[in-house]
């Protein structure tokens, strides 16, 4: 089944503890993504990848770092967490970004800083 | 710069009656435009997504939503309103060669028996 994996769904921890959600898609997709949303505001983008090696910053990238080593894994790292890092991520991927192509989501990983 | 705007953070219908959900977007230009529909735990589902040709996009569940180039709009349609219908809905852009799917802040829609 073509699906985008996120773990944990659920994750509590304390301010400045070193975490990482995972993502993976087998889809084979160059594209990959992730957002965050919070009440009110929608989805904001934190950072994307373009295809290995090549990721770039969205709109809200602060205090989140991301790497993709291999086409299908996509980490979210969170090197010192703080809580108005609290809140719900999505990881998504698309065929290729830019080109039209929808984004195919993960159930989300709800994340508590505390 | 893009943007999207949907306006109406909470929208009820009546069962059986019409769903209108407003999306606006701003673009320099030519945008793709989805729209997405979340149900409570889960993550995003595309109901429809308009690229080029045809402006009215037919999508799954009963969904359309129109390209409206002169007005900047893409609202999305459901000529009868079911149960099943209630979560949260989103508008989406993208522009050609750019990396950044620009979300609206979403629209809670309720259906009342």
């Known amino acids: 089944e073509a699906q985008v994996t996120q773990n944990p769904r659920y994750l509590i921890t304390v301010t400045g503890k070193k975490l990482t959600v995972t993502c993976s898609q087998n889809?084979?997709?160059?594209?990959m993504s992730w957002y965050r949303q919070d009440p009110g505001l929608g989805l904001r983008q934190i950072y994307y990848s373009m295809n290995v090696e090549v990721t770039d910053k969205g709109d809200v990238p602060e205090g989140y770092k991301v790497s993709r080593k291999e086409k299908r894994n996509f980490p979210l790292i969170l090197e010192s967490p703080s809580p108005n890092q609290t809140s719900l991520y999505f990881c998504?991927?698309?065929?290729?970004?830019?080109?039209?192509?929808?984004?195919?989501f993960g159930n989300g990983t709800r994340l508590t800083v505390t | 710069a893009q943007s999207v705007t949907q306006l109406g953070s909470h929208v009820s219908v009546s069962e059986g009656a019409l769903v209108l959900l407003r999306c606006n977007y701003s673009?320099?230009?030519?945008?793709?435009l989805f729209w997405y529909v979340q149900y409570p735990n889960q993550g995003l589902q595309l109901l429809l997504k308009y690229t080029t040709g045809a402006t009215l996009v037919k999508g799954i569940n009963g969904f359309e939503a129109e390209f409206k180039k002169s007005e900047t709009s893409f609202h999305l349609t459901k000529p009868s309103a079911h149960m099943s219908d209630a979560a949260e809905y989103f508008c989406?852009?993208?522009?050609?060669?750019?990396?950044?799917?620009?979300f609206g802040t979403g629209t809670r829609l309720k259906v009342l028996a």
């Open positions: 673009s320099s230009v030519p945008p793709y």
């Open positions: 989406a852009v993208i522009t050609s060669g750019t990396y950044k799917y620009i």
């Open positions: 889809m084979n997709h160059e594209y």
């Open positions: 998504a991927s698309s065929l290729e970004g830019g080109a039209g192509s929808p984004l195919h």
